[in-house]
């Protein structure tokens, strides 16, 4: 207790009616964390977004059951995800407000009590309250905004250049591994109980564990903590959201490369949705699986896809920050160029794995896997450039904004868009599985076109990098709030102990 340096709030005196509420002095010293415990921190954070994108993915493993279950169409089963994207994406600028002002650790475990609850109720939906289903979805996607917008800023404050390049390289790999895993479990459980509503009782089980090591192992550092910008004094102003909005319009390579972020999230949306689906009716037009007509369905192409994204997940993220993290030696505006090209390299592989699908099932998985490898190298590269341009005190809604950007144009609505397209065309149509399953492939060409306008984002980003980022680095960007003033105070003298040890 001895770090604890204790004076009363301006303008209450001890004994008053507000005795008793005390701030504490502003240390003058850096913050400062343990390299053990920043990394334990890391590593929860880590399991909790692998959860989080299980979440995001676990109806797509299991969408031929849940639509006949609750006798929904395409376009309907496409509307779930975007649901789930709105509710997020309305939510994130909340969270990203209370993120940059208040107790972030608090507002992460709201968010995964949230989602945990939500995911759980939804499994004892019945069939004719359809609309609860949906509704809980949304649910989840109202705390997963808390993880998603919040989690990238503690990271940021506590690792800096390179050493925060690894981490946040090893935080994004588990965006495609948890979508992939998310792919598994719900075809592992459909396989060994026969039903999908096990899948989201599983889920909580593995959410109450990550709530604890939340509680126990993450800190909430102050913002800016790495940089070491801790020049304002407790209750200095600070800036209003709109002003941090404003700054943010003028940033331009946060707002080029939120529109880069936009389009792989269209992407990775329609894709991640349809795909098993896709590949399943692909695999009935050669022939090589019935039709689904009755529950269980035959999960094996969500398996499949599920791995797929698991592998490609993991080298796609490690390659694109090693890259980056090298090429950024000889050339600083390394991690636009690098999205960029990825992206614009993307393009043909999803357009041919689409057009190959009815001709050949082997070279559409190979186009397929390329092109998912591609779209991994940009998840940690993306997240590190946000940081380097935005100055610490508005990441949170820098990251809040961008979420929200990326979702409502991008994948709110490309699994819905998808869908649409796809039961339209089928209505045009002769009623057989071939023209089902080329309506799902005409509706998913959009996507190859999408992704090579976020390329185009990304150089354009390129233009602007070094500007923004010499403007983010001038001294007194970052102002601490009163709620960094006491994580100063209170964790300082244990940090500085902790590095003695």
């Known amino acids: 207790m001895s770090a604890e340096s204790w004076v009363p709030r301006p303008g209450r005196q001890p004994g008053t009616s507000g005795a008793g509420v005390w701030a504490p002095r502003t240390v003058s010293g850096p913050w400062s964390l343990s390299r053990g415990r920043a990394h334990a921190a890391a590593a929860v954070l880590c399991y909790v977004n692998l959860l989080n994108y299980m979440n995001w993915s676990i109806i797509a493993g299991m969408l031929l059951d849940v639509q006949n279950f609750f006798h929904i169409s395409d376009s309907n089963a ?234 490609t997940g993991i080298i796609g993220v490690v390659l694109g920050a090693e890259a980056a993290r090298r090429y950024k030696k000889v050339n600083p505006r390394a991690e636009p160029l690098i999205c960029a090209f990825s992206l614009l390299a993307a393009a043909p592989c999803l357009f041919l794995a689409l057009i190959l699908a009815r001709v050949t099932l082997l070279a559409s998985y190979v186009f397929l896997v390329l092109g998912e490898l591609l779209l991994s190298c940009n998840w940690a590269v993306v997240a590190d450039i946000l940081l380097s341009v935005v100055v610490p005190r508005c990441r949170g809604t820098a990251e809040a904004l961008q979420i929200t950007v990326g979702h409502i144009l991008g994948d709110a609505g490309s699994p819905y868009l998808t869908g649409l397209i796809s039961s339209t065309l089928r209505a045009a149509r002769r009623d057989s599985y071939l023209q089902s399953f080329l309506s799902l492939q005409h509706s998913f060409l959009a996507c190859a076109f999408v992704i090579a306008l976020g390329g185009g984002c990304f150089l354009l980003t390129a233009l602007r990098l070094e500007t923004d980022q010499a403007r983010a680095r001038q001294p007194g960007t970052g102002t601490p709030d009163s709620e960094d003033a006491e994580s100063q105070a209170l964790l300082s003298g244990t940090g500085s102990i902790a590095k003695d040890l």
């Open 78 to 311: 496409g509307l779930l995800q975007t649901v789930f994207v709105c509710c997020l994406l309305l939510s994130a600028p909340v969270f990203g407000y209370l993120g940059d002002r208040h107790s972030r650790k608090a507002a992460l475990s709201i968010g995964i009590l949230l989602w945990s609850g939500a995911g759980l109720s939804s499994s004892f939906i019945s069939p004719q309250y359809s609309w609860l289903f949906f509704l809980s979805r949304g649910v989840v996607g109202i705390g997963s905004a808390s993880f998603s917008t919040i989690a990238p800023t503690v990271l940021g404050d506590l690792f800096v250049r390179e050493q925060r390049t690894r981490v946040l390289a090893v935080f994004y790999i588990f965006i495609p591994v948890g979508s992939g895993l998310g792919y598994v479990l719900g075809s592992a459980m459909l396989q060994l109980t026969g039903s999908w509503r096990w899948a989201f009782r599983v889920m909580p089980c593995l959410e109450v564990v990550a709530l604890i090591l939340l509680m126990v192992l993450v800190p909430d550092p102050p913002r800016g903590a790495a940089e070491k910008q801790e020049e304002a004094a407790v209750g200095d102003p600070r800036s209003s959201w709109c002003e941090d909005v404003s700054y943010l319009g003028r940033n331009w390579s946060f707002v080029w490369s939120t529109l880069g972020v936009t389009a792989i999230a269209f992407v990775t949306g329609a894709l991640g949705f349809w795909a098993p689906k896709f590949l399943f009716e692909a695999r009935v037009v050669h022939g090589l699986q019935p039709p689904c007509l009755q529950d269980p369905c035959n999960s094996q192409d969500s398996l499949i896809f599920g791995i797929l994204t698991v592998v």
